[in-house]
């Protein structure tokens, strides 16, 4: 068990491009979240799965942003024309639904768009 | 969002026993409260949890008072390695997603 593992740790991306991270969650873990925290903030919540499906997401999930768990283990999220606003940590999480046990965070990756 | 009220930030001395506090006086029956923390340029890390009863682990422990209206995390005896953001949180438990709040930045003075 290696944890759950974020790529890339950092991005820099200029204004307009689209961007996309991944996250590898703890094995067997079946419900996975994303979360985007920018500085002196907590962390806000965008979106989760359990499994491959998409149950929730926040409004601050915009247009510009997709969400994906193809096969209900890595996720990915991708973000279109991004802006200097979407510079932020996103932090991913994920747990085993209906297990004792507590999500378990990612390192995050970090973004910042010049 | 956060439905708890936290001090943005204290100080505790090393090797002292570090309490932080917590209001949530709109919890419901069936919400938990949670504990997490984030050390710097870390993802949030989880403590302990309680629903009515004082709780006890190796890592902290928290008192919550009896109309459960607010509580406090206990790390008994502070090191450096305890500075951190910590964040108090009601869900309604484990399956419930973390909504978090600006949380309490504790810093460990040696």
């Known amino acids: 068990d290696t944890g759950v593992s974020q790529n890339p740790r950092h991005k820099i991306t200029k204004r307009g491009q689209n961007v996309t991270f991944r996250c590898d969650p703890i094995?067997?873990?079946?419900?996975l979240y994303w979360y985007r925290q920018t500085l002196g903030q907590g962390p806000e919540f965008l979106t989760y799965f359990q499994n491959e499906a998409q149950l929730e997401k926040s409004r601050l999930l915009s247009d510009r942003f997709s969400a994906e768990r193809p096969k209900g283990s890595f996720s990915t999220l991708e973000i279109q024309r991004t802006e200097q606003g979407d510079s932020a940590m996103y932090l991913c999480?994920?747990?085993?639904?209906?297990?004792?046990?507590?999500?378990?965070f990612g390192q995050g990756t970090r973004l910042t768009v010049v | 969002d956060a439905k708890t009220t936290q001090p943005p930030s204290m100080d505790c001395a090393e090797g002292r026993a570090a309490n932080l506090p917590c209001n949530h006086s709109t919890i419901s029956g069936n919400e938990y409260v949670y504990w997490y923390r984030q050390i710097h340029s870390q993802g949030p890390q989880y403590i302990i949890h309680g629903l009515k009863n004082n709780e006890t682990n190796e890592m902290a422990s928290l008192i919550i008072t009896e109309d459960r209206k607010s509580s406090t995390l206990i790390l008994p005896h502070a090191t450096l390695r305890d500075t951190a953001v910590y964040y108090c949180i009601v869900r309604v438990g484990r399956d419930d997603k973390i909504i978090f709040g600006k949380g309490t930045r504790l810093h460990i003075l040696p």
């Open positions: 094995s067997e873990h079946n419900r």
């Open positions: 999480a994920s747990s085993f639904s209906g297990r004792a046990t507590e999500a378990f």
